[in-house]
């Protein structure tokens, strides 16, 4: 997700307590390790090593925040490209998931709906200086690199599914983890404030238009996900999904599989 930011937050982010320059590119050990700690719980689940449910629930959860700190960091990138150094001195182009941090955007509503209902939501929130940046198009793009970029990691788990060899505990949970790419892209490519789709197109919109959405802007990604959970539009929701999750071909008996070794506890 983006958020707009301001001139005046850019030059206080600028200030003594600023990322250094040399190292706001750097990946940070936090999201160093936790890439490791998803190779390793990937590999533990490949090779039978541990209770097969377990090792899925912590390589979903650790994949998933890598994915989520690739989603933001795409974000930041290409608002970088098209003139908002903010990003840099906010610490956004470290890959590092606290960077990202909005209590109830990263943490209160991703939980709930990965482990109640397995939607795939990426809940970190950079804030983007749009002052900064140089045409209407780039605006768009900054928005659109997100979902885009879980696309890409869905082709990518869906090239890797294409090798699979019979049925197991692992190629069950990657088949769950790329449905949770795919669920995070859609989401997030619906028009609705909030969400990255009316990011795309909000630069187009006239201030008329953008007036008349600003008082329901906050309330409205909440008003999506309530709607979420009335059974014919949930229902209908879940089954496109599975439609392009067996397009990339992976069947929806392996999603299913993935998604009860997530949930261990039930």
Known sequence: ??????????????????????????????????????????????????????????????????????????????????????????????LDPLRYTHVVY???????????????????AVFINRAAIRTRFATSAVSAAGPLTNLAIALVLALALGFRQGTSPFWFTLSFLLFLQVTAAVLNLLPVPGLDGFG?????????????????????????????????INAAFFTAIIGLTSFLGVPSVFVGSGFALFRFWI
């Open 1 to 94: 997700m983006t958020m707009s930011g301001t001139g005046s937050e850019d030059r206080e982010e600028s200030g003594p307590t600023s990322t250094p320059p040399h190292s706001g590119h750097r990946p940070s050990p936090i999201f160093l390790a936790l890439v490791g700690g998803a190779i390793v719980s990937g590999w533990a689940l490949w090779s039978g090593i541990g209770p097969p449910a377990i090792m899925s629930f912590v390589f979903v959860l650790l994949f998933w925040i890598v994915s989520l700190s690739l989603h933001e960091f795409a974000h930041a990138l290409v608002a970088y490209r098209n003139g908002d150094v903010s990003v840099v001195h906010r610490g956004y182009l470290t």
């Open 106 to 124: 990263s943490l209160v509503l991703p939980l709930v709906f990965l482990i109640a209902g397995g939607i795939g939501l990426p809940g970190g």
């Open 200 to 232: 795309i197109i909000e630069p187009y919109l006239s201030d008329r238009a953008l007036a008349a959405v600003a008082p329901i802007a906050p309330f409205a990604i909440f008003g999506l996900f309530a709607l979420l959970w009335v059974p014919a």
